[in-house]
């Protein structure tokens, strides 16, 4: 079974600066889809950056990019020039690509906090 | 366009009381997905709809959680005799088929007292 490990329960960053959130993974597959998602406190799940991984070029959605390691199962996010907005829990979840079940599993999260 | 609802935004019951849980996902989309958020934890599957196909059950904990998507729309998860560890904000996705992006409801928090 595939499992993904957030090992920062919490991480703080000043606004404007640079923070990377770590993930690892576990399976067997080689072909599968990687996710951020951000959970503010209104609870609603927000895609923030997806990488497939077939692509070796690490994906990048405006201030959020990922670090995408296959070969180390690592896939960290960095945020560039960080706002309040920011705030919330950060969830790593990986799917496979094809075949059986598309579950996401998920990373027990990691809580960023902004400070001003 | 509507995003996934859920309803109710917040439930309270009392241990041994049934409860029921609904899901209306994004119009046309065939995929739904139930997911539990305990405190605490991340976000565990529960079960998968997709289409006409057999529900993938495999994620329910006990044989007091079922679920049903009827006319391949809303769907309703029902929790017999709850228990306090049923306790848990519970998240309903849909996608609008496979391989795809999930798009997540503001969930149900269930307090069992």
């Known amino acids: 079974a595939q499992t993904v490990t957030q090992s920062q329960p919490e991480m703080s960053v000043q606004e404007a600066e640079t923070v990377t959130l770590s993930c690892t993974y576990d399976?067997?597959?080689?072909?599968?889809?990687l996710f951020w998602y951000k959970q503010p406190p209104s609870r609603q799940m927000i895609l923030v950056i997806r990488q497939e991984a077939y692509k070796q070029q690490n994906a990048t959605e405006n201030r959020f990019s990922v670090n995408f390691q296959k070969a180390a199962k690592s896939f960290s996010l960095k945020i560039s020039d960080s706002q309040l907005g920011d705030a919330a829990m950060y969830f790593c979840a990986y799917r496979n690509s094809q075949g059986g079940s598309e579950k996401l599993v998920f990373g027990k999260g990691t809580k960023l906090t902004v400070n001003p | 366009g509507a995003g996934v609802s859920q309803s109710p935004s917040n439930k309270v019951t009392e241990k041994g009381k049934d409860v029921e849980l609904r899901c209306d996902p994004i119009s046309g989309h065939t995929a739904l997905y139930w997911y539990r958020q305990s405190l605490g934890q991340g976000l565990e599957f529960l079960i998968y709809?997709?289409?006409?196909?057999?529900?993938?059950k495999s994620g329910l904990p006990s044989d007091r959680f079922s679920a049903e998507r009827t006319g391949g729309s809303v769907s309703t998860l029902t929790i017999q005799r709850t228990q306090q560890e049923d306790s848990a904000v519970y998240l309903c996705?849909?996608?609008?088929?496979?391989?795809?992006?999930?798009?997540f409801g503001p969930g149900t928090r269930l307090t069992v007292l």
């Open positions: 996705a849909s996608s609008p088929y496979l391989n795809n992006e999930q798009f």
């Open positions: 709809f997709q289409g006409n196909s057999a529900p993938d």
């Open positions: 399976t067997s597959e080689s072909d599968y889809y």
